[in-house]
């Protein structure tokens, strides 16, 4: 692959079908996109490791999104790692860069070395949200943690919650190119059946973790075996072939899918983006009156808030904060 070839994939999503299974695919590459996202915080290793695997996930689910439509990622546990969350934009318009940023929070006096990090999030739930814009109703679906890896979860998710059998495959870390520092990449893949007309049904529960379904649980028959022929297929994917940069997305398909019929789509690129601002913190703090403005008020006479996607940090003139300040 020549150097160029290689940048026209960094930070890309390519969506794909397969046409002799009935199956729908998404290949992703973050490398300088998920750079971003992490450098935004020093998170300890086992933390970076969840929020690099939460930020692909959002990068191949998110894809499937309207113009203008966001899609948000929140897993919510008992454990060190409380919470990780994660925001994908869609693009304002055709041929637009989607924007895609994210953030953890844990408990900074945990011992966090020589862990399994999914274990750091303990109980809770991983939970998806689309918010289709100003008056709609935003779209929320939620399932317990369960398996032992964020992609796990979310395929529990599509099988429970949308009974559309679903698989992913991630690889990401650090690597070293030759004449370059230190930096991440990152790849991935997800499957997924195309949608029936009648969805399937149980009252018997699945064969999942504390009976949830699984997307064996959704097909049989001829649908069955093109299921399990792909993801077989999908199985034997290197970590260094997800991650590039020396095989492309197609390139890729055609080795792991070609008796499949692989039909590729317009590509997706995607970039680190945050959507905070200053209009936007006095917007959530107009709801507070004078007396809870006070009280976030420092002894300097300003109130401060900090974005946590993105580090931003704004100072404000209390005086034109809150429902009075407002005209409320």
């Keep these: 692959?020549?150097?160029?070839?290689?940048?026209?994939w960094d930070d890309t999503v390519l969506p794909f079908q397969l046409d002799h299974s009935d199956v729908r695919g998404r290949v992703v590459r973050l490398d300088g996109t998920l750079d971003s996202v992490l450098k935004q915080h020093e998170y300890p290793a086992a933390v970076e490791a969840l929020v690099a695997e939460a930020t692909l996930l959002t990068a191949l689910i998110g894809q499937m999104i309207k113009l203008r439509w966001k899609l948000s990622l929140q897993?919510?546990?008992?454990?060190?790692?409380?919470?990780i969350a994660t925001d994908y934009y869609g693009p304002t318009e055709d041929g637009d860069p989607a924007?895609?940023?994210?953030?953890?929070?844990?408990?900074?006096?945990?011992?966090?070395?020589?862990?399994?990090?999914?274990?750091?999030?303990?109980?809770?739930?991983?939970?998806?949200?689309?918010?289709q814009g100003e008056g709609m109703v935003p779209y929320q679906g939620i399932t317990p943690i369960a398996g032992t890896s964020l992609s796990d979860c979310a395929e529990t998710y599509f099988a429970q919650s949308e009974q559309l059998p679903t698989r992913f495959q991630l690889?990401?870390?650090?690597?070293?190119?030759?004449?370059?520092?230190?930096?991440?990449?990152?790849?991935?893949?997800?499957?997924?059946?195309?949608?029936?007309a009648s969805p399937y049904a149980t009252d018997e529960g699945g064969s999942g973790e504390d009976g949830l379904l699984?997307?064996?649980?959704?097909?049989d028959g001829d649908e069955g075996e093109n299921w399990n022929?792909?993801?077989?297929l999908l199985d034997t994917v290197e970590e260094l072939e997800l991650i590039g940069p020396q095989v492309a997305p197609t390139d890729l398909l055609i080795r792991l899918f070609h008796e499949e019929q692989p039909r590729v789509f317009d590509t997706q690129p995607i970039r680190f983006g945050c959507t905070c601002s200053e209009d936007r913190v006095?917007?959530?703090?107009?709801?507070?009156?004078?007396?809870d403005i006070a009280e976030m008020t420092t002894d300097e006479g300003v109130l401060t808030a900090d974005c946590q996607f993105c580090g931003a940090h704004y100072v404000l003139d209390p005086k034109t904060l809150g429902v009075e300040a407002n005209g409320g």
Excluded: C
């Design 214 to 219: 699984s997307h064996s649980d959704l097909v």
């Design 99 to 131: 924007r895609l940023r994210a953030y953890a929070s844990f408990d900074p006096d945990a011992d966090l070395t020589g862990v399994d990090p999914f274990s750091l999030i303990g109980e809770g739930f991983f939970a998806i949200l689309i918010d």
């Design 1 to 8: 692959m020549t150097i160029g070839t290689k940048i026209a």
């Design 75 to 83: 897993i919510r546990g008992n454990g060190p790692v409380s919470l």
């Design 229 to 232: 022929r792909v993801n077989l």
């Design 282 to 291: 006095r917007q959530s703090l107009s709801i507070y009156g004078a007396d």
């Design 171 to 196: 690889s990401f870390g650090q690597s070293t190119l030759p004449g370059e520092g230190a930096q991440w990449r990152a790849g991935g893949m997800m499957l997924q059946m195309m949608p029936k």
